[in-house]
């Protein structure tokens, strides 16, 4: 399970913090995603810094883009996470794969 609490780099975006292990948040390393201890450098503040954008498949839901490569966005993709450049003009399994509904 995820927090999701203010951005490492910006409080006006997200990072991801493990609730089991608090001191653990997901970075993306060569774009994939791995959960790390945070080392406190600005690398790792910005692989693990995200913004809320409107869902690519469905603008009530939510996509989140890198913040170090903003053309970037969590996608679910072969049971793992990456970021991806996706565009509105994806095939629509694409813009699916990067659109989370937050929440119960």
Request: with cysteine; hydrophobic share 40%; proline share 4%.
């Amino acid at each position: 399970m995820w927090q999701l609490v203010p951005g490492l780099v910006s409080s006006a975006a997200i990072s991801f913090r493990s609730l089991n292990h608090p001191d653990r948040y997901l970075r993306h390393v060569d774009y994939a995603f791995v959960l790390a201890v945070n080392d406190g450098s600005s690398a790792f503040a910005a692989d693990a810094t995200f913004h809320r954008v409107a869902g690519l498949a469905d603008s009530a839901w939510t996509s989140f883009c890198s913040h170090n490569f903003p053309d970037r966005h969590i996608r679910g993709s072969g049971y793992a996470l990456r970021i991806d450049p996706i565009s509105t003009g994806s095939a629509a399994a694409d813009r699916h794969d990067a659109t989370f509904r937050i929440g119960y």
